[in-house]
Nanobody, 122 residues
């Protein structure tokens, strides 16, 4: 089990940009060779939904259809950070964003849900 910490949220106008970051413990990739890192989001009364994911082995990336072309998921190996560059933000993007680690993409989650980082688009 690994603990992730989200940051970078805030307020933006429609059409604006934000960059979210998720700090990943350095030893995580050594412990889990097929590690998959992902971003999720959730609004009050709604289920948590997947936004994007990345596998370090390729890298292989996944995007939900409704965000592809606007968001970019990436890894900063020097900083041990999972990043989500969010462009062309829309009102509907307002949500609490969480990062998560999975044994493999689509597999069991090995990180508990953290506090998340709030994104508000006005």
């Amino acid at each position: 089990q690994v603990q992730l910490v989200e940051s970078g949220g805030g307020s933006a106008q429609a059409g604006g940009s934000l960059k979210l970051s998720c700090l990943v413990p350095r030893d995580t990739w050594r412990r889990f060779p097929n590690l998959c890192l992902a971003w999720f989001r959730q609004t009050p009364g709604q289920e948590r939904e997947g936004v994007a994911a990345i596998f370090s082995g390729g890298p292989y990336t996944y995007y939900a259809d409704w965000v592809k072309g606007r968001f970019t998921i990436s890894k900063d190996n020097a900083k041990n950070t999972l990043d989500l560059q969010m462009n062309s933000l829309q009102y509907e993007d307002t949500a609490m964003y969480y990062c998560a680690a999975e044994i493999y993409c689509g597999g069991p989650q090995i990180s508990p849900w953290g506090q998340g980082t709030q994104v508000t688009v006005s």
